[in-house]
T-cell receptor
Framework: AQSVTQLGSHVSVSEGALVLLRCNYS??????LFWYVQYPNQGLQLLLK??????LVKGINGFEAEFKKSETSFHLTKPSAHMSDAAEYFC????????????FGQGTRLTINP | GAGVSQSPSNKVTEKGKDVELRCDPI?????LYWYRQSLGQGLEFLIY????????KSGLPSDRFSAERTGGSVSTLTIQRTQQEDSAVYLC?????????????FGPGTRLLVL
């Protein structure tokens, strides 16, 4: 069964510092991986997705993620944090059988300190 | 273009009452998904529609939960005899096709509180 694990339920960084949110996946087949962001009282917005075209994926708002098969990881990074990045971030893997549903990690709440 | 919309945005109900939650997917999207977001369980899959059919209902937590989709568009999630543990945010998502690389676009959710 496919699953994801997000390391760290809370991450706090200073404005201008590097943002690193960790995600490890488990899948017996090449996965489709997604990062979503959720702002307070809003739905989920896609940041980026990995679909095997390229291992380094660039997304919106300056975020990017690198797929590393050897490490079964898909960590999300941003070189310089902005106050507006404060939100909850979810990593998800697509189950490729049947419903093609998304299986989500537990989420990481990102706080930006001024 | 218009995104996924859900109504109501908030719903407060008394234990034992029935509730209906509505989802309007993006026009032309054939696949529709319901998820539930709660503090204890995180984000969990409930049900999937392809057109008007629901080939995967495996995430529905009990027979008090049901859903339908009509005209390949609007979907309604119904919870009968609500319980306090049903309190959560119910999210709807749609995608153009139900294939791995297609993006699922999410609505803003319905926040359900059962008193």
């Amino acid at each position: 069964a496919q699953s994801v694990t997000q390391l760290g339920s809370h991450v706090s960084v200073s404005e201008g510092a590097l943002v690193l949110l960790r995600c490890n996946y488990s899948s017996s087949v090449p996965p489709y991986l997604f990062w979503y962001v959720q702002y307070p009282n809003q739905g989920l917005q896609l940041l980026l997705k990995y679909t095997s075209a390229a291992t380094l994926v660039k997304g919106i708002n300056g975020f990017e993620a690198e797929f590393k098969k050897s490490e079964t990881s898909f960590h999300l990074t941003k070189p310089s944090a902005h106050m507006s990045d404060a939100a909850e971030y979810f990593c998800a893997v697509r189950v490729i059988q049947g419903a093609q549903k998304l299986v989500f990690g537990q989420g990481t709440r990102l706080t930006i300190n001024p | 273009g218009a995104g996924v919309s859900q109504s109501p945005s908030n719903k407060v109900t008394e234990k034992g009452k029935d509730v209906e939650l509505r989802c309007d997917p993006i026009s032309g999207h054939t696949a529709l998904y319901w998820y539930r977001q709660s503090l204890g369980q995180g984000l969990e899959f409930l049900i999937y529609f392809q057109g008007n059919s629901a080939p995967d209902k495996s995430g529905l937590p009990s027979d008090r939960f049901s859903a339908e989709r009509t005209g390949g568009s609007v979907s309604t999630l119904t919870i009968q005899r609500t319980q306090q543990e049903d309190s959560a945010v119910y999210l709807c998502a749609s995608s153009l096709r139900p294939v791995g690389q297609e993006t699922q676009y999410f609505g803003p959710g319905t926040r359900l509180l059962v008193l």
